[in-house]
């Protein structure tokens, strides 16, 4: 059995998406978990997992220079299109690059690449599942690739666990990171605020399924807060092909549940738990109809 990947994404920060990520997370039976929001994960808040297993991630390699070997020519500090080493050939290794440049042109080889850590991955248990999870160190770069690895991990799971489903939370906005933990899911469900931004967002993040030919569908959050943006999300979607679901409504208890470090639909059965709970429903109906 192959698993289901669903992608939780959102066009900009701040729609709730991972509010929405974790009471799917809760909803569904026996899932596999991934957070590749890797820059600023914030999943492991509500799910507190219990890391069961862990690496070490190797980012762009870093230039090192010999001071023994080293002239001083300044061959290096011309090629350097980073700044990362100055006129009196010292180096700063927060603006290097990994390109390679400088070991090129060096004449005397006085600069080798090293492996530099960029981060650790994760694969922890939940008591919703097994869960595959990274951070990204500070200053570091190249958070795509780590997703990559966070996605590998998720699908080395599902084949464990023989689980049905891989939710997936999502990085937001439409770089790098968003394309990786795009490659090679099923469907993607994005989560829009109804505001301008939201909008943009919504529709950026639509793009980009559709360039890579994942279906996408689309919720909205907090809908009541402006009714009448929140109806141009939904039109704009519909005109696009994107099955759109019922609206969550606004609900103090998202605060409250988060507060306790709990999903929605565990703190309280409100509206917004409700909403949730619908929301999952459709969410299966539509992957059980696309794809068995």
């Not at 080889?109 to 991955?121: K, L, S, Y």
């Amino acid at each position: 059995m192959t698993a289901k990947r669903l992608l939780v994404m959102s066009g900009k920060g701040g729609t709730g998406k991972t509010t929405v990520m974790a009471s799917l997370a809760a909803l569904a039976d026996e899932p596999i978990l991934a957070d590749c929001d890797v820059d600023a994960p914030d999943l492991h808040l509500l799910l507190d997992p219990e890391v069961r297993e862990s690496h070490e991630y190797l980012g762009l390699q870093l230039a090192t220079i010999d001071d023994l070997l080293c002239t001083k020519c300044g061959s290096c500090h011309q090629v350097c299109r980073y700044d990362a080493i100055s006129e009196d050939i010292i180096l700063d290794e927060t603006s290097c690059e990994g390109c390679t440049a400088c070991s090129i042109v060096c004449p005397e080889g006085a600069i080798t690449m090293v492996d530099r850590v960029a981060g650790d991955v994760f694969v922890s248990s939940t008591r919703f599942g097994p869960m595959a999870h990274a951070k990204l160190r500070a200053g570091e770069e190249a958070s795509g690739k780590l997703v990559m690895e966070v996605r590998s991990c998720s699908d080395r799971l599902a084949l464990e666990h023989g689980s049905e489903h891989i939710l997936i939370d999502g990085p937001p906005g439409i770089g790098c990171p968003a394309i990786s933990a795009l490659s090679g899911v099923d469907a993607v469900l994005v989560v829009a605020e109804p505001t301008l931004s939201g909008r943009q967002g919504m529709s950026r993040a639509v793009e980009l399924a559709h360039h890579f030919d994942v279906p996408a569908m689309a919720v909205v959050n907090r809908a009541e807060l402006n009714p009448e943006e929140a109806t141009v999300i939904e039109e704009w979607c519909r005109d696009q092909g994107v099955e759109v679901f019922d609206r969550l409504p606004y609900d103090p208890a998202a605060t409250d549940a988060m507060m306790a470090r709990r999903t929605v639909v565990e703190h309280d059965d409100g509206p917004l738990a409700q909403g949730l709970r619908r929301l999952w429903v459709q969410i299966q109906d539509v992957l059980d109809v696309r794809y068995d």
